[in-house]
């Protein structure tokens, strides 16, 4: 697959903000989303993939920094996901930094980022604005929705949404609700960000973002992604340099995998937005009340 395109959808405008979970509004909304293949007639062959905690809408092809897409390997043609057949559609969540609207977008009312005046949002909201853009594209029903990790979070909050809207389902290593441990780490990984004084409680924008925050929670956000069993076939305590240095530095090769991966995060993710989407995957629980079931007796069915 070639250069491909970042699009961005706008919508939720004054006086018709997005109604959060929270019960909250958020508006005007730009979502910013990628289509790769080419949509039927019928609009039948549509297939939404929804992206991990630090994704975004650039899931395959080239974009325009000449920059891969994340799933390069499974969309295209002739892969998985056969762009010769499927209309595959991408988005960035509402909350993230990669052009949808979030914490680092301009608040039209002060002129200024948010910042933690953004609200707080959920997996919900998240596959809310979603609907908005499937509506756009005009589909009625998309073929399946695919994700993985927080992708698939999304995915199982369609299901129980919308199940009129899906035909088919691939939650990939994904839960209905977190679970006390880890919603445990993810409030340490937030306190990590806060504690470092460069995030001046949110509103570093022009100044800098916190990066030794930053960087000390995706390190303990790496070692949640893995299992000890995992860790131990990956890494075991492989030396780096076949000896001890005796000296603070990274020994052992687990010790450069998480280096190598702080160092790259920091580059590409905005903080504030770290703690939105981790604390919108500690709220996510479909055990409990459904509020977009509510919603949609007073959301027209095609927006």
């Not at 730009?30 to 293949?37: H, K, N, P, R, V």
């Not at 010769?84 to 914490?103: Q, R, Y």
């Not at 908005?132 to 594209?137: C, E, V």
Request: glycine residues 10%.
């Amino acid at each position: 697959m070639g250069l491909v395109e970042t699009k961005s959808l706008r919508f939720a405008g004054p006086p018709r903000k997005l109604l959060l979970t929270s019960g909250r509004r958020l508006g005007p909304v730009s979502l910013a989303y990628e289509t790769y293949g080419v949509l039927n007639n019928e609009r039948s062959n549509a297939i939404l993939v929804c992206h991990a905690l630090s994704g975004d809408a650039h899931a395959a092809g080239i974009n325009g920094e000449g920059q891969q897409g994340w799933w390069e390997a499974m969309i295209g043609s002739g892969k998985a996901f056969d762009t010769n057949k499927w209309f595959i559609i991408c988005s960035n969540v509402i909350g993230g930094c990669k052009g949808s609207t979030g914490p680092f977008s301009v608040n039209l009312q002060t002129k200024k980022p948010y910042a933690l005046e953004f609200p707080v949002i959920t997996i919900a909201d998240m596959v809310e604005a979603q609907r908005r853009l499937i509506n756009y594209l005009g589909i009625e029903r998309l073929f399946c929705v695919v994700g993985g990790s927080m992708g698939g979070m999304q995915v199982l909050q369609w299901v129980s949404s919308y199940p009129e809207r899906v035909h088919s389902a691939i939650p990939i290593a994904a839960a209905w609700r977190h679970p006390p441990q880890q919603i445990a780490f993810n409030e340490v990984i937030r306190q990590a960000i806060m504690a470092d004084p460069a995030w001046r409680k949110g509103s570093y924008y022009g100044l800098g973002q916190p990066k030794k925050g930053l960087a000390i929670a995706r390190m303990i956000g790496h070692i949640t992604f893995m299992s000890d069993q995992s860790m131990e076939e990956k890494f075991s305590r492989k030396l780096k340099n076949g000896d001890y240095s005796f000296e603070f530095t990274d020994d052992f090769e687990v010790d450069g995998y998480l280096r190598y991966r702080r160092d790259n995060f920091v580059k590409r993710f905005d903080a504030n937005s770290y703690l939105y989407i981790t604390k919108a995957m500690d709220y996510f629980d479909l055990s409990g009340e459904n509020f977009l079931s509510d919603m949609k007796k007073q959301t027209p069915a095609f927006w």
